[in-house]
């Protein structure tokens, strides 16, 4: 799934195959990205974050990939587990003078079938 | 527990009412920020505070004023509530500069009759 604009697009993965979650960021300026993995009812919580000058972070299960050209992020689960379930989100980071700001994208949910 | 935390979880109240959502950080970060999340799951940032200082404030009425006693909280005061402020709001804190990194709190689930 694309995540862009105000909609929710939803990824739906069986359990054990790997999820691809995409996102278009919008200012070539910024210097630091981050996904975010929300739950039902919960706040936002960090997955794993990536700095401008890399195009690609490996964590546990999780892989963040930056391609500065296009603008666009992705984020690689390995063997999603049900537990993965939750609406995820790109964030970028640029300085607009006031201070450093996130920006969000539009979230996509990620269903996971056993 | 090392956190960032608010109240109420819930609230709902009526139109034209004042109210308040409070938020503290024990992280030791210098940065705290109000973001609104709509139906649509789109998070939105409403202000940012560095030191008891606002450093942000994207465009919200000033029917929402913030307040920041010290560091460690920021309170958002809501005065006469309008249908389009449902919502959940979530406090976030983060050191500001070098790591980005924001921390989230639970929400509070805001509901305007």
């Known amino acids: 799934g694309e995540s862009v604009g105000l909609h929710l697009p939803t990824l739906s993965v069986q359990e054990g195959d790997n999820s691809i979650i995409n996102c278009a960021y919008s200012?070539?300026?910024?210097?630091?990205f981050i996904w975010y993995k929300q739950e039902s009812g919960k706040g936002p919580q960090f997955i794993i974050d990536?700095?401008?000058?890399?195009d690609k972070r490996q964590g546990q299960r999780v892989t963040v990939l930056l391609n500065k050209t296009v603008k666009h992020l992705s984020l690689q689960i390995a063997a999603t587990q049900p537990g993965d379930s939750a609406v995820y989100f790109c964030?970028?980071?640029?300085?607009?003078?006031?201070?450093?700001?996130?920006?969000f994208g539009g979230g996509t949910r990620l269903m996971v079938k056993p | 527990d090392t956190a960032v935390s608010q109240t109420p979880k819930y609230l709902v109240t009526q139109m034209g009412n004042d109210k308040s959502i409070k938020c503290e950080q024990n992280?030791?970060?210098?940065?705290m920020y109000w973001y609104k999340q709509d139906s649509k799951k789109f998070l939105k940032i409403m202000f940012s505070?560095?030191?008891?200082?606002?450093?942000i404030n994207e465009t919200v009425p000033n029917r929402f004023s913030p307040k920041s006693p010290d560091k460690a909280h920021l309170n958002l005061h809501i005065n006469s509530l309008e249908l389009g402020d449902s919502a959940v709001y979530f406090c976030?804190?983060?050191?500001?500069?070098?790591?980005?990194?924001?921390?989230f709190g639970p929400g509070t689930r805001l509901t305007v009759t």
């Open positions: 992280l030791g970060h210098d940065t």
């Open positions: 990536i700095r401008s000058n890399m």
């Open positions: 976030a804190s983060g050191h500001g500069t070098g790591n980005y990194e924001q921390y």
């Open positions: 964030a970028e980071n640029w300085n607009n003078n006031a201070g450093n700001m996130l920006t």
């Open positions: 200012n070539s300026a910024s210097d630091y």
């Open positions: 505070y560095n030191n008891k200082e606002l450093i």
